[in-house]
């Protein structure tokens, strides 16, 4: 099974950036699909950003799109989250996900989740 570790969360100002990381050992190309998910206490974890570790396919939310980039670096077996023009409806605990099969939307289909990072959005 593979372990994720997330980090670079942080509280920035609107208009900032971040770029969040996601670590994954062994190798991250054990699994076919890497997503970014976001989660705000009280909602449905919600995905944002995913990447076919084969190929790097990528697609985004409407809510993301044009601002986020979701970006894999095999050689460090590690998925990046570059998050630019944050808003403060982007504050939210930001968590990444791996799977086996096809890369969905839906936080069920997937096994393997990091720990979280949270990031804060002020106006």
């Known amino acids: 099974q593979v372990q994720l570790v997330e980090s670079g969360g942080d509280r920035v100002q609107t208009g900032g950036s971040l770029r969040l990381s996601c670590a994954a050992s062994?190798?991250?190309?054990?699994?076919?699909?890497m997503t970014w998910f976001r989660q705000v206490p009280g909602q449905e974890r919600e995905g944002i950003a995913r990447?076919?570790?084969?190929?790097?396919?990528?697609h985004y939310a409407d809510s993301v799109k044009g601002r986020f980039t979701i970006s894999l670096d095999n050689a460090k077996n590690t998925v990046y989250l570059q998050m630019n023009s944050l808003r403060p409806e982007d504050s939210a605990m930001y968590y990444c996900?791996?799977?086996?099969?096809?890369?969905?939307?839906?936080?069920?289909?997937?096994?393997?989740w990091g720990q979280g990072t949270q990031v804060t959005v002020s106006s």
């Open positions: 062994p190798f991250i190309v054990k699994y076919s699909c």
């Open positions: 996900a791996a799977r086996a099969g096809l890369c969905e939307w839906s936080a069920s289909r997937y096994d393997n």
């Open positions: 990447v076919a570790t084969t190929g790097g396919g990528t």
